[in-house]
């Protein structure tokens, strides 16, 4: 089983600033790897795919990079929607596995 | 627009067995792999099981083999997910999520989840 750590697990962050999220697999990935959005009391939903994907109507201050085993999301400009719980997942063999989260909050 | 809307929640004793449905419409629902992912209360993402479109290939993860069965109606559009001999481990909120598209196992539609609590 792929393990997926993501650092850290809470970023202050005061809102127009920008944040890093890292996400770490056990083993390469290749470039499989998606990022999820859940704010409080919402189901997850989908940011970025294919490591650097944006979703469809995902804005452009957020993206994706890394390959391998080293990931980063960068949200930049932060926006109070923007507030929430960021998890990537391993789309690469089974079984799909998610990394435990990073809380985004307002400083 | 692609709905995804889970039923069967509830609160269930231990040992006891369940099952969640989950409603499919807004996309060719015969189409698409489907997938269970479930999130204990205030923890993260935890991913289940899929059954691809033939309703007859699923794969679990290790801790859910035995205990879980997953299976899809193509008439109803409709998944469910069978739960057995249910522990205090298994409170969480199971979410019936879609595949981007075949192949590609990321989720791009998620249910609203179905709260099931085993006390």
């Known amino acids: 089983e792929i393990v997926m750590t993501q650092s850290p697990a809470t970023l202050s962050v005061s809102p127009g600033e920008s944040a890093t999220l890292s996400c770490r697999a056990s083993?390469?990935?290749?470039?499989?790897l998606a990022w999820y959005q859940q704010k409080r009391g919402q189901a997850p939903s989908l940011l970025i795919y294919?490591?650097?994907t944006r979703a469809t109507g995902i804005p452009a201050r957020f993206s994706g990079s890394g390959s391998g085993t080293e990931f980063t999301l960068t949200i930049s400009s932060l926006q109070p929607e923007d507030f929430a719980v960021y998890y990537c997942?391993?789309?690469?063999?089974?079984?799909?596995?998610f990394g435990g989260g990073t809380k985004v909050e307002i400083k | 627009q692609v709905q995804l809307v889970e039923s069967g929640g509830g609160v269930v004793q231990p040992g006891g067995s369940l099952r969640v449905s989950c409603a499919a419409s807004?996309?060719?629902?015969?189409?698409?792999?489907m997938h269970w992912v479930r999130q204990a209360p205030g923890k993260g993402l935890e991913w289940l099981v899929v059954?691809?479109?033939?309703?007859?290939?699923?794969y679990y993860a290790d801790s859910m083999k035995g205990r879980f069965t997953t299976s899809r109606d193509h008439s109803k559009n409709t998944l469910y997910l069978q739960i057995n001999s249910l522990t205090p481990d298994d409170t969480a909120i199971y979410y019936c999520?879609?595949?981007?598209?075949?192949?590609?196992?990321?989720?791009?539609?998620w249910g609203q989840g179905a709260l099931v609590i085993v006390s």
């Open positions: 999520v879609k595949e981007f598209e075949n192949d590609k196992w990321f989720f791009d539609h």
């Open positions: 807004g996309f060719t629902f015969s189409r698409y792999s």
């Open positions: 059954i691809e479109i033939n309703g007859a290939t699923t």
């Open positions: 083993q390469s990935i290749s470039s499989n």
């Open positions: 294919g490591a650097s």
């Open positions: 997942q391993q789309h690469y063999n089974w079984p799909l596995t």
